[in-house]
């Protein structure tokens, strides 16, 4: 069974940092690409950022060059490193694994199977 928690989160100053973690488990991590969502209050889950399975990854614009999306094969991790960070980034980040609609954009909501169960970022001005 597929479980991912992710951990991290916390409330940061504008312009401040945070790197926000998600472990995988139920499968060989590394075989299935993966990604940070976000949702803020009254809005609908946002892609932020993708990696493939060959390491390409995708950014939305709204976080390119602020933000990282990497992962740990050995330690079955993936992460967010978010620098530079605005309050309209205040939202519940949620990361995700195994795409299955090849279709579909790497940072759309439905083209994911598995989900984690969120961890919120609070970024006050």
């Known amino acids: 069974q597929v479980q991912l928690v992710e951990s991290g989160g916390g409330s940061v100053q504008d312009g401040g940092s945070l790197r926000l973690s998600c472990s995988a488990s139920?499968?060989?991590?590394?075989?299935?690409?993966m990604a940070w969502f976000r949702q803020a209050p009254g809005k609908e889950r946002e892609g932020v950022a993708a990696i493939d399975r060959d390491g390409r990854t995708t950014y939305a614009d709204s976080v390119k060059g602020r933000f990282t999306i990497s992962g740990d094969n050995a330690k079955n991790t993936l992460y967010l490193q978010m620098n530079s960070l605005k309050p309209e980034d205040t939202a519940m980040y949620y990361c995700a694994s195994h795409r299955r609609d090849l279709v579909l954009s790497r940072l759309s909501r439905g083209a994911y199977i598995y989900w984690g169960q969120g961890t919120q970022v609070t970024v006050s001005s």
């Open positions: 139920g499968y060989t991590y590394g075989t299935s690409s």
